[in-house]
T-cell receptor, first 112, second 113 residues
Framework: LAKTTQPISMDSYEGQEVNITCSHN???????ITWYQQFPSQGPRFIIQ???TKVTNEVASLFIPADRKSSTLSLPRVSLSDTAVYYC?????????????FGKGTKLSVIP | DGGITQSPKYLFRKEGQNVTLSCEQN?????MYWYRQDPGQGLRLIYY???????QKGDIAEGYSVSREKKESFPLTVTSAQKNPTAFYLC????????????FGPGTRLTVT
């Protein structure tokens, strides 16, 4: 099973770009990398997913190097409302089905 | 508005009582999931269902039961056999099982005393 490792917490000032790196040394060939965001007392929300190189949407960018053993979620110009826990997930195939395994995530605190 | 609803938001029960948490979705999704989250922890999968009348155990199914009689509904029963039932319970759905994008409900915070 592919495991992920990410920092427990990060602080950033408003307006800065934030990069959260996740390592997944045992990622399988056909696994995608997915990121979720969770605010306190709410369910997680899908942010972005990718397989290789770079993916960008209206919320974030995801950078994945060629070896795919890590990935970096980039949040441009964060605001106070970006304070949340961010989860990095990779595939988890069990008995032919695909499950999401959530670790503890990275708690991002945006400071005014 | 399409989405997932969970009710109630807060639930209190006495130890030894079974309690059922509601989860409804109008997204026409085939797959539904139940997760448990403890303070400062990630989510752990309790049960999931790929289609109506079918469901499988997740990582921590002991002390829980589910049913999937309708596509829209996936209720979770926390039984008295669950040793530490106090937690935040999250229901999610996806277009099909195996899709990485899951849509989560607002959660139910269960407190058992």
């Amino acid at each position: 099973l592919a495991k992920t490792t990410q920092p427990i917490s990060m602080d950033s000032y408003e307006g800065q770009e934030v990069n959260i790196t996740c390592s997944h040394n045992n990622i399988a060939t056909n696994d995608y990398i997915t990121w979720y965001q969770q605010f306190p007392s709410q369910g997680p929300r899908f942010i972005i997913q990718g397989y290789k190189t770079k993916v960008t949407n209206e919320v974030a960018s995801l950078f994945i190097p060629a070896d795919r053993k890590s990935s970096t979620l980039s949040l441009p110009r964060v605001s106070l409302s970006d304070t949340a826990v961010y989860y990095c997930l990779v595939g988890d195939r069990r008995a032919g089905s695909y499950q999401l395994t959530f670790g503890k995530g990275t708690k991002l605190s945006v400071i005014p | 508005d399409g989405g997932i609803t969970q009710s109630p938001k807060y639930l209190f029960r006495k130890e030894g009582q079974n309690v059922t948490l509601s989860c409804e979705q109008n997204l026409n999704h085939d797959a539904m999931y139940w997760y448990r989250q403890d303070p400062g922890q990630g989510l752990r999968l309790i049960y999931y269902s790929q289609i109506v009348n079918d469901f499988q155990k997740g990582d921590i199914a002991e002390g829980y039961s589910v049913s999937r009689e309708k596509k829209e509904s996936f209720p979770l029963t926390v039984t008295s056999a669950q040793k530490n039932p106090t937690a935040f319970y999250l229901c999610a759905s996806s277009i099909q099982q195996g899709t990485r994008e899951q849509y989560f409900g607002p959660g139910t915070r269960l407190t058992v005393t």
